[in-house]
């Protein structure tokens, strides 16, 4: 069985997406965990580092990294700008070579520990998505204020009462996706913004995807600062109607 268990893993690579912009504190603690947990795992994997011309060098930090772990487990997709958080995951994808795809935020509040549960998740019922959730079990957030507080509860509150979606945190994006999977669904979303998550869970649901959760705690980042604002917030709201009349 030992055998056995070995080519299965053997079969496996996992493309790790980590979107940055302006990370350069984070990147080197953040990769340094993902291998740590990946290497003891015991399956293939490569992390994809998607910057946007961060004004912060974290692209020369990534460069340092990708030297000291390897080209073959650190793979620099860098953009000339800042074009959003929804296409550098369509961007990432166009070059992973995993038939998994694991996506989290390069800031330290997806903690790499949880990585191996996801991918156990995955493995008990051969589920098409894995989606860490803040809200079921031993799940939660850390560090956030109030109104940030308020404000996901509110975007996954309103969005379970009108789109029933199947799975109880829709605005996370700590997520593991087999790969075709991701790619049907990366071209049926519309969404550009934060909205994006929420959307990819809406029609995983509408493709008959399964999904699977796994609790995980959220941190909120101690380096940096978060890109949502309050038209952040309203490109929400716009793709929950959009979505409540269309699907
Ligand atoms: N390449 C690229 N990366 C980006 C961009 N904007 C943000 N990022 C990266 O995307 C990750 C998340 O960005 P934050 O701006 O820190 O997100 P947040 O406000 O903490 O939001 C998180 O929580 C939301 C709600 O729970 C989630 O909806 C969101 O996806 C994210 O996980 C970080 O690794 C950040 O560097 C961009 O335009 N381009």
Redesign the pocket.
């Known amino acids: 069985t030992e055998i056995m268990a070995k080519d299965s893993k053997a079969n496996d690579k996992y493309s790790i997406l980590?979107?940055?912009?302006?990370?350069h504190d984070n990147l080197p603690i953040i990769i340094w965990l993902i291998v740590n947990y990946m290497d003891k795992s015991g399956y293939d994997y490569e992390v994809i580092v998607?910057?946007?011309g961060s004004p912060d060098g974290t692209l020369e930090v990534a460069e340092q990294l990708q030297k000291i772990y390897g080209e073959d487990k650190i793979v620099l997709r860098p953009r000339a700008k800042?074009?959003?958080?929804g296409t550098?995951y369509v961007h990432g994808i166009k070059h992973a070579t995993g038939n998994f795809i694991m996506i989290m935020?390069?800031?330290l509040?997806h903690h790499p520990k949880f990585i191996p549960e996801f991918i156990k998740k995955q493995k008990s019922g051969n589920y098409d998505v894995v989606s860490g959730t803040r809200y079921i079990g031993t799940g939660g957030v850390y560090g956030w204020d109030f109104k940030r507080k308020l404000v996901?509860r509110g975007a996954n509150y309103l969005t379970q009462l009108m789109l029933r979606p199947g799975a109880s945190d829709l605005?996370?994006?700590f997520r593991l996706y087999k790969k075709d999977v991701l790619q049907k669904l990366t071209e049926a979303c519309i969404s550009k913004g934060?909205v994006f998550?929420m959307e990819m869970i809406i029609r995983a649901r509408q493709f008959n995807y399964t999904i699977g959760e796994v609790p995980i705690t959220f941190v909120d980042?101690v380096y940096g600062e978060?890109?949502?604002g309050g038209s952040e917030i309203f490109q929400f709201v716009k793709g929950l109607l959009y979505l409540f009349a269309t699907t």
Not at 18 to 23: A, I, V
Not at 82 to 85: D, M, V
């Open positions: 980590l979107p940055t912009y302006n990370e998607i910057d946007d800042k074009l959003g958080l550098a935020d390069a800031d509040s996901s605005t996370g994006s934060y998550q980042r978060s890109k949502l």
